[in-house]
């Protein structure tokens, strides 16, 4: 549903950008660690800054730096990758009923931009599946932030990664960072179990070389969270005497 008026100017906009203004400060810390990992993994300031602005997602950039680093196969970049960004998937699916009847050329620039966390507070903003007013300049005030902090911090890491010691202890604090990011996508039981069994066959499978521990995760955690998912449906349609 189109605004009367541009989408900065609109009051959800700036409800967008402060709802993301507090999450902005664990999103930079991130993405200072990623700057700085793709500098010191040996991709060089070019690369690092085409990655950065590019692929726009910091767990696949770190889950493909030591696989890149290693010198894996091109397949097993891309498919780590992949595996990573399923929960894009997901998301999308979940946004369609707010923005499916827009051009395809518009919804193409929405998915570069989307985030977690943007969608964590999407959701929260507009609980019902419908389009509404306000929806579209509410994604972009959230976007405006995340975008921002995200690549001003990546930035500057990948600028300063030679300058930065490592004994600062940068790498531990991003990985509170993106605890603290996980932690706030943990909002119901089978979330809770996808985690923990991804927790779990990671450290299971730490062994397998090429990182591909983390794959097996991402694979363990899906499957869950789809066994799950038929077992609720199942349950529900026993329950109103439908059919599963």
Not at 55 to 78: D, E, K, R
Not at 140 to 158: E, K, P, Q, R, Y
């Amino acid at each position: 549903m189109s605004s009367p008026v541009p989408h900065w100017q609109h009051p959800e906009f700036r409800r967008g950008a402060r709802d993301m203004v507090g999450i902005a400060l664990g999103i930079g810390a991130w993405g200072l660690v990623t700057g700085m990992a793709m500098v010191k993994s040996g991709l060089g300031l070019p690369l690092s800054l085409m990655m950065s602005m590019l692929v726009f997602a910091g767990s696949a950039q770190l889950a493909a730096l030591p696989l890149i680093a290693a010198g894996a196969p091109i397949w097993v970049v891309w498919a780590t990758a992949i595996c990573v960004n399923l929960r894009f998937v997901i998301f999308s699916a979940g946004w369609r009923p707010y923005f499916g009847h827009l051009p395809r050329r518009q919804r193409l620039v929405l998915s570069y931009f989307t985030a977690d966390l943007n969608y964590v507070c999407f959701m929260r903003r507009f609980p019902e599946p419908r389009p509404e007013e306000g929806q579209l300049p509410y994604f972009w005030g959230g976007v405006a932030v995340n975008w921002t902090a995200w690549h001003v911090l990546s930035i500057t890491g990948i600028f300063l990664a030679d300058v930065i010691p490592s004994q600062w202890g940068l790498g531990f604090a991003g990985v509170l960072a993106l605890l603290g990011l996980t932690g706030s996508l943990l909002s119901d039981k089978a979330t809770w179990v996808a985690a923990v069994v991804a927790g779990c066959a990671s450290v299971a499978a730490y062994a397998m070389p090429l990182k591909l521990n983390i794959v097996i995760a991402i694979a363990a955690a899906v499957a869950v969270g789809v066994m799950m998912d038929h077992a609720k449906q199942a349950l529900a349609g026993r329950t109103t005497g439908g059919a599963p």
